[in-house]
């Protein structure tokens, strides 16, 4: 791996601050600057700044409680099954923060003055428990379909109303976890107050009102995702009619109840606005060219977010772009990506974001399936990219149908039809690219991670004659292996995605599973997976990888001691390292004129 490459693996990313209402300039936060992503604190009236959370398979968020504990998810292994964990700012070891609770899985969480909600699943059903300052929680909820506190990826939102009066869950009773309902119970007695369902559409918990029993919340009643707010006291449903291209999602509220920050995605491009709640009317608050990850409204009213670019590591800003934690690196920027637009097979038009070495192409290339499936790629801090552009590799990130960003209909293109659109939008993205002159056809490498990296063993077999090489991390390989041995969320989310699990719609599975194909696939693979990985388990790659290796097909594996996430930055780097010398290996020597085209 090129020594920059290297540097910009090692820049240290830092996520959004959180704080406690009583002292907002004592800032929690996770960062990447001891090698694994953990908690750090920082006193800004002071500028001290230490580590407080030491946890082997790193942290993924920081929360502070209402009396400014620090608070985090803590697990044993990479399965992340855990609980959660709370020690004082300054001082002290951490110590469990609900007593008299088994581990599971973090389903949310909220707190506010007095009282605390969580959820928690186990192997057989999903739990929700409300607590008060030194007593014992009481489980107000269970269920053996998916449910949890607050908004989904948000740790710590759209749970608890700010008197702790009321309380928020999602749930999917119905059977369709992609398309959650809210529940509204009194946070006293457990009892449900109000219901709010939109058949066949997501609904995801924002936050309550600091000065109203209001909900901010995102509906998907149009084309794009809008704010709508749920009144309390009136039982009453508002969604705001937003005059704005593509997709606004809210994020907060202003201090004074009278406007909420949203995020605007269109088209790859993330900005921020303000808009009022009365009028509708916005103000853009920040527009930084670059992936806006999260952001939030300080009790002054000033913006904070975390925001990354091409050249930038993620790191938190002001709306005007003023550092909050100070980085001590300068890591070398990266090649700026294109955006590439081109018409698959169905003849929607689709989005690619490309970046290339220095010179002209044609490039060997690395196509790029996302993961998630239900996310897209935006132009932000991407080391992994940028080290294929270092070596002289062409990067296309393609947001294949499913993607978010681009309209609810298009990202519900998965629904029961999973797997095939976007294997198509691959190719087709690379034919476009072939058309146009950028990349060299015979030097075609696959790359995908999660749903990506299951895409990448899918295609391995279904479009055997477009590759060189095929990399697929933490992938399924197997589906009905991964069905049976997945975490209950991830069951959950297939039965919702195919329609069905395996005994119920067979074919679909079988059209879409990877080993259908295995006669067919002739690229050699690396495939790189976590030991303890609930979501995409070792045990549902094993059997493809064990069926290539009977044809003949070469297969390197690499398995690394922990979960699905990987937050150690050694681990990473050197994952990466094998993923080029790997492709490395199978690339065509480029004669004179390629090697200047390169940059090699």
């Known amino acids: 791996m090129h020594e920059h490459s290297a540097r910009r693996f090692k820049a240290i990313e830092i996520g959004l601050p959180c704080w406690a209402e009583a002292d907002p300039t004592r800032l929690a936060f996770v960062s990447t600057e001891s090698g694994v992503r953990q908690v750090w604190t920082l006193e800004r009236s002071t500028g001290r700044r230490h580590r407080v959370s030491d946890e082997a398979h790193g942290v993924e968020h920081a929360l502070v409680s209402p009396d400014g504990r620090i608070i985090w998810w803590s697990q044993t292994t990479g399965d992340e099954r855990g609980h959660w964990v709370a020690r004082e700012f300054e001082r002290g070891v951490p110590a469990p923060l609900v007593l008299d609770l088994d581990d599971g899985w973090s389903t949310g969480i909220s707190l506010v003055p007095g009282r605390i909600s969580l959820g928690l699943a186990t192997d057989e059903e999903y739990r929700i428990y409300v607590g008060e300052d030194g007593g014992s929680p009481r489980l107000v909820y269970r269920h053996e379909q998916p449910a949890g506190v607050g908004g989904l990826l948000r740790e710590g939102t759209g749970g608890l109303s700010a008197d702790g009066s009321w309380l928020c869950i999602r749930h999917s009773e119905h059977g369709d976890v992609i398309h959650p309902a809210l529940r509204i119970l009194d946070a006293t007695r457990g009892?449900?107050?109000?219901?709010?369902?939109?058949?066949?559409?997501?609904?995801?918990?924002?936050?309550w009102s600091p000065v109203e029993p209001c909900l901010l919340f995102t509906s998907e009643r149009g084309a794009f995702e809008r704010p709508a707010i749920w009144?309390?006291?009136?039982?009453?449903?508002?969604d705001l009619d937003i005059d704005l291209p593509g997709a606004v999602i809210p994020i907060a509220?202003?201090?004074?109840?009278e406007a909420i920050l949203v995020r605007q995605e269109h088209e790859a491009i993330d900005r921020l606005h303000r808009v009022s709640v009365r009028s509708g009317a916005t103000r853009l608050m920040a527009d930084p060219g670059g992936e806006i990850e999260n952001a939030v409204v300080r009790p002054d009213g000033e913006v904070w977010l975390t925001v990354g670019d091409a050249s930038h590591a993620l790191r938190p800003e002001t709306s005007d772009g003023h550092n909050i934690v100070p980085v001590p690196d300068d890591p070398p920027p990266g090649r700026p990506f294109r955006s590439f637009w081109f018409a698959n097979p169905a003849d929607d038009k689709i989005q690619a974001l490309v970046v290339t070495p220095p010179g002209r192409g044609p490039f060997p290339?690395?196509?790029r399936a996302h993961g998630g499936p239900e996310w897209h790629h935006r132009e932000r801090w991407d080391p992994e990219a940028q080290a294929f552009v270092d070596s002289g590799f062409a990067v296309a990130c393609v947001n294949f149908r499913g993607s978010t960003g681009y309209g609810i209909p298009f990202r519900e293109r998965l629904t029961e039809d999973p797997l095939l659109g976007e294997s198509e939008d691959l190719v087709?993205?690379?034919?476009?690219l072939i058309d146009e002159g950028v990349v060299d056809g015979a030097q075609v490498f696959l790359f995908g991670w999660s749903w990506g990296g299951t895409l990448a063993c899918l295609n391995e077999g279904l479009h055997p004659d477009r590759w060189r090489a095929v990399f697929a991390g933490v992938p399924a390989g197997d589906l009905i292996a991964w069905h049976r041995s997945a975490m209950p969320f991830i069951r959950a989310l297939n039965v919702a995605t195919f329609g069905g699990d395996p005994a119920d719609v067979p074919d679909r599975y079988r059209q879409r599973d990877p080993m259908t194909y295995v006669g067919r696939a002739r690229a050699p693979v690396l495939v790189i997976a976590g030991e303890?990985?609930?979501?995409?388990p070792l045990v549902a790659v094993m059997p493809w990888i064990d069926a290539l290796r009977r044809r003949g097909i070469v297969v390197e594996v690499h398995v690394y001691p922990s979960g699905h996430w990987m937050n150690d930055t050694e681990e990473t780097i050197r994952q990466v390292d094998m993923i080029l010398t790997f492709f490395e290996r199978y690339r065509v020597p480029t004669s004179s004129r390629g090697r200047?085209?390169?940059?090699r």
């Open 365 to 367: 290339i690395v196509v």
């Open 253 to 257: 509220w202003y201090p004074n109840g």
């Open 191 to 207: 009892d449900a107050v109000a219901e709010i369902t939109d058949l066949g559409r997501a609904l995801d918990p924002v936050a």
């Open 428 to 432: 087709a993205c690379l034919d476009a």
């Open 532 to 536: 303890d990985d609930p979501r995409c």
């Open 231 to 238: 009144d309390a006291s009136t039982e009453a449903r508002r």
């Open 596 to 599: 200047q085209a390169g940059g």
